[in-house]
């Protein structure tokens, strides 16, 4: 990502964590070093800890004299211009914690006043940046005690954290671990003296969180100013429109699969615990999850006699979903059946991934109806492009289906379509929410991403050729793929910014932008803020009804409407594995849904994968990833 994608624009902080130094000089020699000084310098945020600390000074100088261990010699980005030498603490080793402490390091109150002045935190291997305070364009923050192993000798400030202003960017650098949080480290260490450690750590993890926040609003970044904690996973409620659908899998479940002990069934990667009442439902509310929510069994309650009380779902009115969902079948003629999008569905409050508990369940997946779809507020292990996961905050509506197609008729209607009816259904969606909100700038990004104007720019004109970024993705489509028997099941997950308004923005906001804009400019108009329910009741229903004419007629007729929701027609662009060729969009391909780009020199045709190559829309740039 960091050698062929373009991802300076979009990113916020650049963190080089701890570990050993030697691989990334090996990997990151050259380009990737060149892009990373070039968007710190340009203003870009950039923190290293600990190996990544001594990376990014000018000079590496790790247990010095040590024939087995040592490492020296000079590093390319110096962001600290002097070397970073350690071990801070004799006893290394690597991949224990025979060297580990809780070293107490003292917080330059200057620099970050109102917070302890003494902070213990974990240390194994750590250096110190020397002469720290010969240095113009650098700040101590903090640093070691005089005990340490390997002192500053010239002038004796032990620099354990550093500010270095670069260009118009700062880069942080910590020699020690402020970010290890003590009830995430392995108690059950072999070094007896860990034990006291953590102890230690524990103790103080107040003192600890204070400072690292306190060193993070030092880069300008914006902080939490409470902590917060990752969410117990919550009850999974099973329901359906037709009243019979969620038991009827229930029963299906049990005559496939079985129990393995009392109620608890193995699907696969997760267990299920099968409640057929809501009575236990109160039983297990205060029952605290397994710490990894992968691990945990996962509790499911039909519901298709009674819905859950709304304290149990507050964030999401069932019923409400249920009414909206009927009503726009009802409006566009569609005849709900147990197949349709959305019959038969699943919600959480807090859930592991949406899509996770279908496609990584391989006893699950055969057996559950077309159409099966679930939804949360929170997930846990939300799942996106290249291995991305992330924690799903409320506010970004979650949401994953099962189609099924046979193989048999994927040539006319290929399965890589899939993605681009799902990007086109959920934009439409938005845009038909009511009367007025046709006018919300949401556009696709190719092939599937969904983007909408900044707040700051409703209602403003901008060129068509500026580079300025307009617009942010609030949205993306990924479909997983599995086939059993000759029929592909695609689980298409999809996931929208409604009301979420960090780091980016969210429709919600832009709402509230354009309500300001109308009465300023004296128009009678005001539009409401989008509710979850009935935007997932309409994106599935616009998606249900596109799916049925697909399976028909392939992608051919919905061209024309994918071109109106685009950013694209004839943009001007850069192909960066074609030697910076440049060359015109003119669409996709009928078949498989190719980026289409003609070279502007020669009249070539680019046809460019949607998976295999990345788009910086307002760079112009195509890159081809690796």
């Given at each position: 990502m960091l050698e062929n994608q373009p991802w300076e624009l979009k990113t916020a902080l650049l963190v080089i964590p701890g570990g050993a130094d030697l691989p990334m000089c090996k990997t990151f020699r050259g380009k990737i070093n060149d892009r990373i000084k070039s968007y710190v310098s340009k203003g870009g945020k950039y923190i290293g800890i600990c190996a990544g600390g001594y990376y990014s000074s000018s000079r590496c100088e790790f247990e010095l004299g040590n024939p087995t261990m040592e490492v020296s010699g000079p590093r390319d980005l110096k962001f600290f211009p002097g070397p970073c030498r350690g071990s801070v603490v004799k006893g290394f080793d690597y991949g224990t914690e025979k060297g580990t402490r809780a070293l107490e390091i003292s917080v330059n109150l200057n620099e970050l006043p109102n917070i302890a002045p003494k902070v213990p935190v974990y240390v194994n291997g750590g250096g110190l940046f020397v002469d720290a305070h010969k240095y113009r364009n650098v700040k101590i923050l903090a640093t070691y005690p005089d005990d340490i192993d390997v002192n500053d000798n010239v002038g004796g400030s032990n620099a354990a954290a550093v500010l270095c202003e670069v260009g118009r960017g700062k880069a942080l650098l910590f020699g020690c671990h402020p970010e290890f949080d003590p009830d995430t480290l392995d108690d059950n260490s072999e070094v007896p003296s860990f034990a006291q450690v953590l102890k230690t750590l524990k103790a103080t993890n107040n003192s600890r969180i204070d400072f690292l926040r306190s060193s993070l609003k030092k880069l300008e970044l914006k902080v939490n100013e409470k902590e917060t904690h990752m969410p117990n996973l919550t009850p999974l409620f099973l329901c359906s429109i037709d009243g019979a659908s969620g038991g009827n899998l229930i029963k299906s479940l049990e005559s496939e699969i079985g129990y393995q002990i009392q109620n608890v069934m193995d699907v696969g990667s997760d267990k299920f615990a099968i409640n057929k009442s809501m009575n236990y439902v109160h039983e297990t509310e205060n029952v605290r999850a397994v710490e990894d929510p992968s691990l945990a069994i996962k509790q499911i309650f039909l519901c298709e006699n009674e819905t859950p009380d709304k304290y149990l779902t507050p964030n999401f009115d069932i019923e409400k979903f249920k009414r909206c969902l009927t009503e726009f079948y009802e409006l566009s003629n569609q005849k709900m059946n147990e197949n349709s999008v959305g019959n038969t569905f699943m919600y959480g409050e807090v859930l592991t991934s949406t899509s996770g508990l279908m496609d990584s369940n391989f006893k699950f997946l055969p057996l559950i109806p077309d159409g099966f779809t679930i939804t949360g507020t929170i997930q846990l292990l939300g799942k996106g492009r290249s291995g991305n996961h992330w924690v799903n905050p409320k506010g970004v509506l979650p949401v994953s289906f099962l189609l099924k197609i046979p193989q048999s008729i994927t040539a006319n209607s290929p399965v890589v379509f899939i993605q681009y009816l799902g990007s086109m259904a959920y934009t439409q969606a938005i845009l038909e929410y009511g009367v007025g909100y046709d006018e919300l700038p949401v556009k696709i990004k190719w092939p599937n991403d969904i983007y909408i104007k900044y707040p700051k720019?409703?209602?403003?004109?901008?060129?068509?050729?500026?580079?300025?970024?307009?617009?942010?993705?609030?949205?993306?489509?990924?479909?997983?793929?599995?086939?059993?028997?000759?029929?592909?099941?695609?689980?298409?997950?999809?996931?929208?910014?409604?009301?979420?308004?960090?780091?980016?923005?969210?429709?919600?906001?832009?709402?509230?932008?354009?309500?300001?804009?109308?009465?300023?400019t004296g128009k009678n108009k005001r539009l409401s803020h989008l509710e979850e329910e009935k935007l997932l009741a309409k994106f599935l229903t616009i998606f249900n009804q596109m799916f049925t004419k697909f399976k028909v007629d392939g992608f051919t007729p919905f061209l024309k409407d994918y071109y109106k929701m685009w950013f694209h027609s004839n943009q001007i662009v850069t192909l960066s594995h074609k030697n910076g060729a440049k060359a015109q969009i003119c669409g996709i391909t009928p078949d498989w849904g190719m980026l289409m780009a003609k070279d502007l020199k020669t009249g070539t045709i680019h046809e460019l994968q949607p998976d295999g190559n990345s788009f910086d829309m307002f760079n112009g740039l195509i890159s081809q990833k690796r």
């Open positions: 720019y409703v209602g403003e004109n901008i060129d068509k050729d500026s580079k300025e970024v307009t617009h942010t993705k609030i949205g993306g489509i990924l479909v997983n793929t599995n086939v059993f028997n000759g029929v592909f099941y695609l689980v298409l997950g999809a996931g929208v910014n409604v009301s979420n308004e960090a780091p980016t923005t969210s429709i919600n906001s832009v709402i509230d932008a354009m309500n300001e804009y109308y009465a300023k």
